[in-house]
């Protein structure tokens, strides 16, 4: 079984819905990431969480919030889809360990017509 | 503000050595990561520099000088299977908070 693991993997929606990912780990690591990964753009992070009661804002948070249900489970949300957030979005996780590896999912192909 | 920079695309022959390099502007650097992503895939950790040197793990190898704002990653022996892109990536400040390239895309061909 995979430590990262992300579901739906695929997901086609309208515009003006509302859409959660959903992230669960067995890592057992406290940190938690959500990205969103565009051609030509690289990996870009939309939320993090330290442990249960941190959450913080990455460098494009505008119309998606989250919620860390505990420690394994990160949920993304996006409360009213538009198409530019058409993108593959990533999970990962990483102990509290300064510097260490970030372990990601398997990625959600989200598509928004 | 925060910058890294590598080339878009690469192409190479197997078995050879393939050299990707990685610039990067920003503040509170702590440490840098390259990562291996496959097309469709989830990114996976190669290797990471904190110190100015060459770290080597089998056939890849990174090196990174802080004073120059510079790392690049080295593969050797090339093969099919290394066709892939490579992210190179840096934390800042707390939380462990990666800043990515944009990547470079390996196409190995025979």
């Known amino acids: 079984d995979a430590d990262v693991t992300q579901t739906p993997r695929n997901r086609i929606t309208k515009t003006g819905k509302r859409i959660m990912l959903e992230c669960s780990q067995t890592?057992?690591?406290?940190?938690m990431y959500w990205y969103r990964q565009d051609p030509g753009l690289g990996l870009r992070l939309i939320y993090y969480?330290?442990?249960?009661?941190?959450?913080n804002k990455g460098e494009i948070s505008d119309g998606y919030s989250v919620s860390r249900q505990a420690q394994a489970k990160f949920s993304l949300s996006l409360e009213s889809a538009i198409p530019n957030q058409t993108a593959l979005y990533f999970c990962?996780?990483?102990?509290?360990?300064?510097?260490?590896?970030?372990?990601f999912g398997d990625g959600t192909r989200l598509s928004i017509l | 503000g925060q910058n890294i920079d590598q080339p878009t695309e690469m192409t190479a022959t197997e078995g050879a050595i393939v050299q990707i390099n990685c610039t990067y502007q920003?503040?509170?650097?702590?440490?840098l990561f390259w990562y291996q992503q496959h097309a469709g895939e989830a990114p996976t950790f190669l290797s990471y520099?904190?110190?100015?040197g060459l770290e080597e793990k089998g056939r890849f190898s990174s090196f990174l000088s802080r004073s120059k704002g510079y790392s690049y990653l080295l593969l050797k022996e090339l093969q099919m299977k290394d066709s892939a892109s490579y992210l190179c990536?840096?934390?800042?400040?707390?939380?462990?908070?990666?800043?990515f390239g944009a990547g470079t895309r390996l196409a190995v061909h025979p």
């Open positions: 990962a996780t990483s102990d509290g360990t300064a510097n260490q590896p970030q372990h």
């Open positions: 990536a840096v934390t800042s400040g707390g939380y462990n908070k990666l800043i």
């Open positions: 890592k057992g690591h406290d940190r």
């Open positions: 520099n904190v110190l100015d």
């Open positions: 969480s330290f442990d249960v009661k941190d959450i």
């Open positions: 920003t503040s509170g650097f702590n440490g």
